[in-house]
């Protein structure tokens, strides 16, 4: 090929490979305005106020496309089919109770997202913002609501394998005392002081103000650990336990377990632990589950799947009986208030 020839097919590469570039940036913002647009058949959502201390209400980031896509909404508990009052605050992950809400944000910058926790009253305003250390993942109010936390991918950005790390974070919203790093806590495996490098800690939920449960994971192995805010430690109970929920009435946890035979990138299944005899049992969902279950009442455990908006929202049965049931499409991260 003589040297004419070789710039000519140069040009066309560089032509081909932009037409190719300006067609995916097309399909792109084709598809971010596509989400902007209401879709037929989907959920009907109306603007309005949500409040967080109304009994009866299911609070949730909704997932439907259109102008309130991300907003927390809400819908009767009793009704969760019905139509949403969209609050217009955007959130990635979201947990209510007793008044007080956690929303983890995306900051959109020119170069960059950057993340922030918001801490916010019963009528959705801002009392206090802190920046994240990575991206928002996890997210819990104690049932008083007066103790916050979040987790965050540090590095990597899922639990399914093995090089990723998380910060686990709690806050006292009446003193506004942070602990940012719930690995500095003491770490005691079989009783005794576990000091290691590779100490991970994600996932907490409350029994009160000052006690919770969360996940370890340390030497390539997940632990459940009750944690303590007052002597700050944390203390393994039981095994191959991730994004534990504890259960109203404080005697079970909810989780997602790693199953022998599972594929790498599907490897959890939603199991209960008695906390009373440390015996688990599963339920009836059968389907990989990788979320942070909430506890609709004693009975019912909520959880999210993969859906045509992104995420829906499912129930089971807490001891193992029925049959998954979908409750809500196009809706993560639930609440329920009262």
Same mark, same amino acid.
Request: hydrophobic share 40%; net charge neutral; glycine share 8%.
């Given at each position: ?10 040009? $066309? ?24 647009? $209401?879709?037929? /058949? &989907? ?21 439907? #496309?259109? *102008? ?13 089919? &019905? ?15 007793? &008044? ?8 959109? &910058? ?11 009253? %019963? ?10 250390? /990575? ?27 093995? !090089? ?11 003193? #506004? ?13 079989? /009783? ?71 594929? !790498? ?15 688990? !049992? $599963? ?22 799947? *993969? ?6 929202? #499912?129930?089971?049965? %807490?001891?193992?009986? /029925? ?6 499409? %196009? ?8």
């Amino acid at each position: 090929m003589n040297r004419k020839n070789r710039i000519l097919a140069l040009l $066309a590469a560089v032509l081909i490979l932009g037409g190719v570039a300006v067609g995916a940036t097309l399909h792109a913002a084709g598809r971010s305005a596509e989400k902007d647009r $209401a879709q037929p /058949g &989907g959920p009907r959502v109306h603007p309005g106020e949500v409040v967080l201390d109304a009994p009866g209400l299911s609070v949730f980031r909704n997932m439907a #496309w259109g *102008p309130h896509r991300d907003e927390i909404a809400t819908v009767p508990a009793d009704d969760p089919a &019905g139509p949403r009052t969209s609050s217009g605050v955007r959130c990635l992950r979201f947990h209510a109770a007793a &008044g007080t809400g956690i929303c983890l944000q995306a900051v959109h &910058g020119r170069l960059r997202d950057s993340y922030r926790a918001v801490v916010l009253d %019963a009528h959705l305003r801002e009392l206090r913002r802190y920046d994240l250390a /990575g991206i928002p993942t996890r997210a819990r109010v104690s049932p008083s609501g007066r103790s916050v936390a979040w987790t965050v991918f540090v590095s990597g950005d899922s639990y399914a394998g093995t !090089s990723f790390s998380t910060r686990a974070s709690v806050l006292d919203t009446r003193t #506004w005392s942070l602990d940012r790093d719930l690995e500095e806590y003491r770490f005691f495996l079989d /009783g005794h002081l576990h000091q290691a490098s590779d100490l991970n800690v994600w996932g907490v939920t409350f029994a009160d103000d000052s006690r919770f449960y969360a996940t370890v994971a340390t030497g390539g192995r997940t632990y459940l650990v009750r944690g303590d805010r007052t002597d700050r430690t944390l203390r393994a109970l039981h095994t191959n336990v991730e994004c534990p929920s504890l259960s109203p009435d404080g005697t079970r946890i909810a989780y997602k377990k790693r199953v022998e035979g599972a594929s !790498s990138d599907a490897p959890w299944r939603l199991y209960v632990l008695d906390l009373r005899t440390l015996r688990e !049992s $599963a339920t009836a969902e059968h389907r990989n589950i990788d979320d942070q279950a909430i506890w609709r009442d004693d009975h019912t455990l909520v959880y999210s799947l *993969p859906g045509d908006y992104g995420s829906d929202l #499912w129930t089971v049965p %807490a001891d193992g009986s /029925g049959s998954p049931r979908l409750s809500m499409t %196009a809706a993560l991260a639930p609440a329920f208030t009262g």
